[in-house]
């Protein structure tokens, strides 16, 4: 099986993932890419916004709130991974490219969730 794809490069709007820029936020999976990642709140991070990646197989979630960190996230989601096995990192989206990165580089499958301004 072929490795998660590193991250080429991060800045305030936009991200670049195996040579191809994105302008709008997304979830990296061990699996794939979900392109244009909305939520009910564009700046909150809630459970409804998640439901649908809390079976994803991966060893860790790296949450990305921004390039400033204004996006929060509800305790209920960082809960809710947690009790699906799975540990729990929330940062400002450049700290948590270098942790996606990094974790990707040891061999583990990891989860992106990142809002690419603010």
Not at 8 to 23: A, L, M, R, S
Not at 33 to 41: F, H, I, P, T, Y
Not at 59 to 87: A, C, K, N, Q, W
Request: proline fraction near 3%; aromatic fraction near 6%.
């Amino acid at each position: 099986m072929p490795r998660q794809p590193l991250i080429d490069h991060y800045e305030f709007g936009g991200i670049i993932i195996k040579g191809v820029e994105y302008d709008h936020d997304l979830v990296v999976t061990p699996d794939g890419l979900l392109k244009d990642w909305w939520r009910v709140e564009g700046h909150r991070v809630q459970l409804a916004d998640v439901r649908d990646l809390l079976n994803v197989r991966a060893d860790l979630v790296v949450i990305g709130t921004g390039y400033e960190g204004m996006m929060r996230v509800d305790d209920e989601v960082v809960e809710s991974f947690r009790r699906s096995g799975l540990e729990v990192h929330v940062a400002r989206s450049r700290q948590a490219v270098r942790r996606y990165n990094d974790e990707v580089s040891k061999g583990r499958r990891v989860l992106l969730l990142i809002h690419l301004t603010c």
